[in-house]
């Protein structure tokens, strides 16, 4: 079983929706929990950064990380074609140096 | 600033071959990482560095060496190449592993 499990997708959505991406995960130690957007053929980029439990809101997107249920979730609000891109969950403990974990990614189609 | 910089952009080695992927960083971060990434498998961590002339595994790190003489670089190397290193290769760097990551635009690396 993988520490961080994503629904692969496609998720294919209207403009104007409001989206959510999800990701599980089986280590209670992770403490930090981060979203990357990663463009076809590009590298990802940090996207949303958060630590511990909680909400965290940044324009259009809000992260929201429930450790009781080790689940973490990322909103969309009025998406837009130029949100189309695959996005990855990655998460780390708190204590020592490990790196981050990542999740396969989920896929996301905006129609416009 | 560049960022981090990955080169070469894309590679065809043939079996057997060794070859070094260079990775460079201009913002003093002292957090450097190599992953690969394939087809529903997400991002795995080949190898990681805290600060010059400290690295570790991974989680696959077989197949790979590196070594962190500066700062700014963070090379990987291909001892003996097999197809199944065919991937795509990103490297990237942090202020410190509880941040978020700044990643290159990764290496398209085939072996045939």
């Known amino acids: 079983q993988k520490e961080v499990e994503q629904d692969p997708g496609p998720l294919s959505v209207p403009e104007g929706a409001i989206v959510s991406l999800n990701c599980t995960y089986s280590n209670s130690a992770f403490q930090y929990f981060m979203w990357y957007r990663q463009y076809s053929r590009k590298g990802p980029e940090l996207l949303m950064y958060t630590y511990s439990s909680g909400n965290k809101e940044d324009g259009r997107f809000t992260a929201q990380v429930d450790k009781s249920s080790k689940y973490i979730s990322l909103f969309i609000r009025d998406s837009q074609p130029s949100d189309s891109a695959t996005y990855l969950c990655a998460m780390k403990p708190g204590a020592g140096r490990r790196a981050l974990t990542f999740g396969s990614g989920t896929r996301l189609q905006v129609q416009p | ?112």
């Open chain 2, 1 to 112: 600033n560049a960022g981090v910089t990955q080169t070469p952009k894309f590679q065809v080695l043939k079996t057997g071959q060794s070859m070094t992927l260079q990775c460079a960083q201009d913002m003093n971060h002292e957090y450097m990482s190599w992953y690969r990434q394939d087809p529903g498998m997400g991002l795995r961590l080949i190898h990681y560095s805290v600060g010059a002339g400290i690295t570790d595994q991974g989680e696959v790190p077989n197949g790979y060496n590196v070594s962190r003489s500066t700062t700014e670089d963070f090379p990987l190397r291909l001892l003996s190449a097999a197809p199944s290193q065919t991937s795509v290769y990103f490297c990237a760097s942090s202020p410190d592993s509880n941040y978020g990551y700044t990643f290159g635009s990764g290496t398209r690396l085939t072996v045939v």
